[in-house]
């Protein structure tokens, strides 16, 4: 006989993802006897029989959707004697522990939920094999309902029969449930039998706003096609301009309000259903959405609750992070109703608790790829191979704050845990910290932080009572974006508002020569932006008119013009700390045409110099390279001058970006790396990073940005954790 036995042994993202119903259905069809079950966080196959080889095709080839393939291995085996294919329950393993993140509804479920005669039909917790709650709702591994929040809710017989039906959907889909048995919404304070549903969009059109449990967390929702709707959010979240977020039905109500294109589509509907900032029609919604800039995040229904209020409400909905500014996302009922009961006027609340709290993701598209903004939902935890891994964690920035961990194979980046400017945020971060190294079963020996001792996250990682490493902030910047690509040698372009640097400095627009080899990380600063001093020290971040004196006392013809107040500090130095950032010389020019004096969240001065510099071509201004200090001062001389003689504010926006970009080209040209890397929050710039990324590539460099792992602060937890895990050393001379 010709029968054959082979053993797979298949890695990857193979759990909670209809993996084995899969190899089920394809075995069968082949004809294959055998068997398959998962083993630790991989699936072990033996199949026999005459097409064994189609198998491993067919799982190579068309695996389900939301699986990933890492590494798939086969050996030949002895045929044994048997008569039919089974999956097998799973052993327990001693493999690297994967878990998928939240997925988005399917079309299969979404058909169910909106049809009538379905089982599912209105159910707001529908799920299957291929969608519904994974990392927000797992508490251990395996990935099994007794180890999930659902495991309180018992199932009724008809889930059970699909539970265990291998040729059904809903085969071994962990959190699968219908009205009968699973979850259930009630409205605070509401005990009639009124539908919550029903009565929730009723609230939402009569424009009061509505505090919902989401799927990571609480959301606040108020109609958005209102401005006074949106600025009565506002006033009680205490977010005067920071973009809010809209959700709405499908990709063609998307349309009705900003560009779409075929990326944006298809990371708008994508698993991972994120954020996603698009260009905005004008005068389709309010402004107050997002006043400062010219585009909005937009997001589609990511699970059946969001679905069912996004199809019933019928309009663009307003759906922002449940908290209060800066402060943590409310995961729990009562807390919620306690943390936002002056914000929201009804709670719409359900009884699946929530493991861990995951915001809603955010994401772009750029350079026509996507590229993450915010690492949350849908998208953390997300695991990257390394050569040679240690147990490690990594506590990230101050800012936009996300952790990352590292076991003997991987650096596994964690959710985005905000600004860690308040006690509950820091609370919220070390929490997200117990729970990852619990999760992940892993024990730091070492803990990386940054170098500045003050932020939150160092102060934490030193409360660990192990062993620190203080990473320089623009290097980790580089190094997570070379760990996501793979780089060993490049030149980073490191941008950003501020990060200590090993000279007491503020750091910020930095050109890095950084080079991973077996025998470690090495890196040399070869150039920076010229340094200029922020007079008021933390208050320069905020009013901008203080980076502009700043920067204006270095240009000799412009030092005349400077306030006696700014003078005053800037001539003895005092609080006046000298920064080489490129955030801060935005800030400066946002002053300078008048666009933005005092910014009310991060970025805003900047935001709003994008938005006015629109697409339009543009002259450059000049920068000079020397000694390798990009040196901007004629930049600033020749806007100053331009706007004392009435060059409107975007057209002096347009040339700034313009000037920066070849700036950047000039560094490169200086330098003999191909892959220029472009990191750090000012690469959320849109314009500024096509704009550099072009010239760049016209020159024949490889720009490089950051994707999966973000440009900002949000990325700096693994970049630590490579320094720490391969060793660093700063090979430089030059610190200047
Ligand atoms: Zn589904
Ligand atoms: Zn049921
Ligand atoms: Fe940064």
């Excluded at 003997?408 to 609370?427: A, K, P």
């Excluded at 750091?507 to 080899?517: A, P, S």
């Amino acid at each position: 006989m010709n029968a054959r036995r082979i053993r797979i042994h298949v890695e990857g993202a193979v759990q909670g993802v209809g993996f084995r119903p899969f190899v089920y259905r394809q075995a069968v069809a082949l004809g294959l006897c055998g068997w398959v079950r998962n083993c630790g966080s991989s699936v072990e196959i033996e199949a026999q029989g005459l097409s064994t080889a189609a198998l491993v095709d067919r799982i190579q080839a068309s695996h389900p959707p939301h699986a990933s393939v890492a590494c798939l291995q086969v050996e030949e085996i002895a045929a044994i004697d048997e008569q039919a294919f089974r999956i097998l329950p799973s052993r327990p393993g001693e493999d690297v522990i994967t878990v998928v993140p939240d997925l988005a509804t399917c079309q299969d479920c979404r058909r169910e939920i909106l049809d009538p005669t379905s089982r599912f039909y209105r159910y707001p917790f529908t799920n299957c094999s291929q969608c519904g709650p994974r990392y927000s709702i797992v508490e251990r591994v395996p990935y099994d309902r007794a180890n999930t929040t659902m495991r309180g809710f018992a199932m009724c017989s008809e889930c059970r029969r699909e539970y265990g039906d291998p040729l059904n959907r809903r085969y071994h889909a962990q959190p699968t449930a219908c009205s009968k048995c699973g979850p259930g919404l009630s409205l605070h304070g509401n005990a009639t039998s009124a539908d919550p549903l029903q009565l929730a969009t009723k609230s939402l059109h009569d424009g009061q706003i509505v505090a919902i449990k989401g799927l990571g967390g609480f959301q606040l929702l108020v109609d958005a096609s209102l401005s006074e709707r949106v600025e009565r959010l506002r006033q009680r979240k205490r977010r005067p301009h920071k973009p809010l977020a809209v959700m709405v039905r499908d990709i063609g109500e998307a349309r009705e309000y900003c560009m779409v294109d075929a990326a944006e589509a298809h990371l708008l509907e994508s698993a991972g259903a994120p954020i996603v900032l698009l260009t905005r029609r004008p005068g389709r919604l309010p402004d107050a959405l997002a006043p400062d800039t010219g585009t909005l995040g937009v997001m589609l229904p990511a699970t059946p609750l969001h679905l069912l209020l996004a199809q019933e409400f019928a309009g663009p909905l307003v759906c922002t992070s449940g908290n209060l500014s800066s402060e943590p996302i409310c995961t729990d009922n009562e807390e919620a109703v306690e943390r936002l009961g002056r914000i929201a006027d009804v709670f719409l609340l359900h009884d699946r608790p929530i493991r861990r709290a995951l915001d809603d993701s955010v994401a772009r598209v750029i350079d026509g790829e996507p590229q993450l903004l915010r690492l949350a939902r849908g998208f953390a935890p997300l695991p990257f191979p390394v050569r040679k891994g240690r147990q490690a964690l990594a506590a990230g920035s101050h800012l936009k704050n996300t952790l990352s961990l590292c076991d003997s194979g991987r650096i596994i980046v964690g959710q985005h845990n905000g600004d860690l400017e308040n006690s509950l945020s820091v609370d919220a971060m070390r929490q997200a910290g117990a729970d990852l190294r619990e999760f992940f079963g892993v024990r730091p020996a070492v803990v990386a932080c940054d170098l500045h001792p003050d932020y939150a996250s160092s102060v934490y990682a030193r409360e660990l009572k192990l062993p620190t490493v203080a990473v320089q902030h623009h290097v980790s910047h580089a190094l997570a974006c070379m760990l996501e690509h793979g780089l060993s040698e490049v030149l980073a372009v490191v941008w950003d508002g501020s990060g200590l640097g090993p000279d007491g400095t503020i750091w910020g627009g930095e050109f890095l020569q950084v080079d991973r080899t077996p025998s470690g990380v090495t890196w040399r600063r070869v150039a920076h932006l010229k340094q200029f001093r922020l007079p008021g020290g933390d208050a320069a971040s905020k009013e901008t008119s203080r980076c502009l004196a700043g920067a204006m006392w270095e240009v000799p013809e412009l030092k005349g013009l400077v306030s006696s107040s700014a003078r005053q500090l800037l001539e003895r130095g005092l609080n006046s700390p000298v920064c080489s950032s490129a955030g801060r010389l935005f800030d400066a020019m946002a002053a300078l045409t008048g666009l933005c004096a005092v910014q009310t969240y991060e970025g805003q001065g900047a935001s709003r110099l994008e938005a006015a510099a629109g697409t339009q071509q543009s002259v450059d201004y000049q920068l000079s390279l020397a000694g390798g200090v990009l040196d901007w001062r004629d930049l600033l001389l020749a806007a100053h001058g331009d706007a004392t003689s009435g060059v409107a504010a975007g057209e002096i926006a347009a040339r700034f970006h313009a000037g920066l970009a070849s700036g950047i080209l000039s560094v490169a040209l200086d330098s003999a790396r191909k892959s220029v890397v472009l990191t750090g929050g000012c690469f959320q710039n849109r314009l500024l990073t096509e704009l550099a990324v072009r010239r760049l590539r016209e020159a024949g460099f490889e720009p490089v940005l950051a994707r999966r792992i973000p440009p900002n602060d949000g990325g700096v937890s693994p970049g630590q954790l490579v320094a720490t895990v391969e060793g660093v050393s700063n090979v430089s001379g030059h610190t200047g």
